[in-house]
């Protein structure tokens, strides 16, 4: 059997490439499979579905190029099967009240994964093919070091952007002892997205966390096989967010790591939705404000209390909850059972 998988670089995000890679990784070693990487035009996908004549489509992520080749390339050859894995229940419902070539994709594939964990309560027409899953975090994303003997307190891992480190804590954060080292890319820009709401440049916003740079001190990019090094250096992970976003992969890292989540959900605002975070309910600390997560931080510092069995009773329970194992055979079976024509969702 032949597999065609778009794990196309410079997508949306690096963690979709990232998670991606990994997911490539569960396709058993009988299958020949192409992977295609590079950004190409929907002509060039489609010569390259016409080279290989795959049995099975793989699309990771929602790339428009790729999907109107895979889509186009089903007219012609109707018995390929297509697998999507979608990172956004925002648009897979928002795609089925318009045309376009999303919605065609959800209507054309066999099996959507969505990698989001359960879905809100919405009305969505490919239920009979949606495997509600999460991204796979693999074993390298355990504890190492015990969290008593961890020699640093707090960190923030992710993009340096407006929703995930609030212009407000920033500017509050600076008449405080409070010391963050921040890991993460720099953006030129944010997409629009509607969860990326607040009105400011990403000039302006980076001399603004530029300014804190006494309390927030910023370390770098690092790669995805330093991130579980570095957060085992750490005992809280800090998230002051002013906004939601569809869902947080590094927080879950965090969490089967050891690393204690404190993280800024105002659930008194109508401006965004606060159940983004409602996957993790139980395995964080949770702030309204940038008032209160500061002085929550403030009392922290000063609390020499040795929370180890918090620490490992996280990373036991979100190992139970977010199961690697059990994603990976889940979609083993399902590439066997699509190309069989035997797929069902209870299966």
């Known amino acids: 059997m032949k597999v065609v998988y778009f794990n196309l670089k410079g997508g949306n995000s690096f963690s979709v490439e990232y998670t991606g890679s990994i997911i490539k990784s569960f396709i058993p070693s009988e299958y020949t499979?192409?992977?295609?990487?590079?950004?190409?035009?929907?002509?060039?996908?489609?010569?390259?579905?016409?080279?290989?004549?795959?049995?099975?489509?793989?699309?990771?992520?929602?790339?428009?190029?790729?999907?109107?080749?895979?889509?186009?390339?089903?007219?012609?050859?109707?018995?390929?099967?297509?697998?999507?894995?979608?990172?956004?229940?925002?648009?897979?419902?928002?795609?089925?009240k318009v045309s376009g070539t999303l919605k065609n994709l959800i209507d054309s594939?066999?099996?959507?994964?969505n990698l989001?964990?359960?879905?809100?309560?919405?009305?969505?027409?490919?239920?009979?093919?949606?495997?509600?899953?999460?991204?796979?975090?693999?074993?390298?994303?355990?504890?190492?070091?015990?969290?008593i003997n961890r020699p640093n307190m707090f960190c923030y891992v992710g993009n340096i952007v407006p929703h995930k480190i609030g212009v407000d804590f920033i500017s509050k954060i600076k008449s405080t002892n409070i010391i963050i080292d921040c890991y993460g890319n720099r953006l030129d820009e944010i997409p629009y997205t509607p969860w990326s709401f607040r009105d400011i440049s990403m000039t302006d916003y980076y001399t603004t966390f530029d300014s804190a740079?006494?309390?927030?001190?910023?370390?770098?990019?690092?790669?995805?096989?330093?991130?579980?090094?570095?957060?085992?250096?750490?005992?809280y992970f800090i998230i002051p967010h002013d906004g939601f976003e569809i869902f947080n992969w590094t927080m879950l890292q965090a969490i089967f790591c050891g690393i204690i989540p404190l993280v800024i959900n105002d659930r008194s605002q109508t401006n965004f939705n606060y159940t983004w975070i409602d996957w993790a309910q139980g395995f964080y600390y949770g702030s309204n404000t940038s008032d209160e997560m500061i002085n929550n931080l403030n009392l922290i510092a000063a609390d020499n209390t040795d929370k180890t069995k918090i620490s490992e009773y996280i990373s036991s329970s979100i190992s139970k909850k977010y199961n690697y194992e059990v994603f990976k055979q889940r979609f083993i079976k399902v590439i066997s059972d699509v190309l069989s024509n035997t797929y069902s969702k209870d299966s």
């Open 33 to 96: 499979i192409t992977e295609v990487q590079a950004l190409a035009s929907q002509d060039i996908f489609i010569q390259i579905l016409n080279d290989v004549n795959p049995d099975l489509i793989i699309l990771n992520d929602f790339i428009i190029n790729s999907a109107q080749a895979s889509l186009t390339y089903k007219i012609s050859n109707s018995n390929v099967k297509i697998i999507y894995i979608s990172y956004n229940w925002f648009n897979l419902r928002e795609a089925q």
């Open 116 to 147: 989001n964990g359960k879905l809100p309560d919405i009305a969505i027409s490919c239920e009979d093919k949606l495997e509600s899953f999460y991204y796979p975090t693999p074993p390298i994303f355990a504890i190492t070091t015990s969290w």
């Open 109 to 113: 594939s066999d099996v959507i994964f």
């Open 213 to 235: 740079n006494s309390n927030l001190i910023y370390k770098g990019v690092i790669s995805q096989d330093q991130v579980p090094v570095i957060l085992n250096n750490y005992k």
